[in-house]
């Protein structure tokens, strides 16, 4: 129950750091585009960032119970690489024919508002979870601890 109830408050703090992050951003940040493009980026953040939430807790659930420290870095890296590979495919193929100066507002808005918070839900979990990996151990355990040493 432990390891559920932190693996659960770990991946809700990171929901909340990629929500924070996203209204920051606006406030830092406004759209200065067309309104449909910035509502619509904002919708697609605020759409994306839950379904990444669920998807590394499912990945972080699975590895706490599962595996322990090690698989904390393969359930961050399930998810994480495809994504990164795919904005980084998307965006370097319409970043990359125009010069720096060049890059539009609605490419920095799209980073601001959907990559780096779907990044946050799954970084700041994996973050928490290795931190407090103690925690999570059974007391009863011998061999192997969790953080990946022999006791």
Known sequence: M???L?????????????FAFGFTAELLRP??????SCSMTKVLGFIYTPVFSAIALICFMVAVFWKGARALN???LVPLVPLLLLVA??????????EFHEIRER???EILQIAVPIILTMIVPWAVLRR????LEPAKVTGISFSGGVR
């Open 31 to 36: 759209c200065t585009g067309e309104g449909l």
């Open 89 to 98: 495919g998307l965006k370097y193929s319409d970043i990359s024919v125009r």
């Open 74 to 76: 393969v359930a961050l």
């Open 107 to 109: 490419d920095i808005q």
């Open 2 to 4: 432990r390891r559920f």
């Open 6 to 18: 932190i693996t659960l408050l770990a991946c809700a703090s990171g929901l909340a750091a990629a």
């Open 132 to 135: 407090f990996a103690n925690w």
